[in-house]
Nanobody, 117 residues
């Protein structure tokens, strides 16, 4: 499966962005999907994941209540709605896919999110 993230940009603290990740290749609905991020000088960290059907979601503690992951299997797309953004959310956000959790079998090119104070 090939993945391409989009929707990043520059936003002020407190703002929102909706990230999208389009998938192509094998059946999208057969994959657990996830979002990860990597800030400059830091290791990549888990953000959120969603089950194959979309019925279940899982978040890193620091993102709970601010970020929402969703998917549209008809459009082969997974989304990450990011609200109440903070400068420390600045990172390259990448989507991923896997046959099971953690979804780390396939990776897409990330999209830059920059939050100004």
């Amino acid at each position: 499966v090939q993945l391409q993230a989009s929707g990043g940009g520059l936003v002020q603290a407190g703002g929102s962005l909706r990230l999208s990740c389009a998938a192509s290749g094998r059946t999208f609905s057969s994959y657990v999907m996830g979002w990860f991020r990597q800030a400059p000088g830091k290791e990549r960290e888990f953000v959120a994941s969603i089950t194959k059907s979309g019925a279940g979601t899982y978040y890193a503690d620091s993102m709970k209540g601010r970020f929402t992951i969703s998917r549209d299997n008809a459009k082969n797309t997974v989304y990450l709605q990011t609200n109440s953004l903070k400068p420390e959310d600045t990172a390259v956000y990448s989507c991923s896919a896997g046959s099971r959790w953690p979804p780390t079998d396939y990776w897409g090119k990330g999209t830059q999110v920059t939050v100004s104070s």
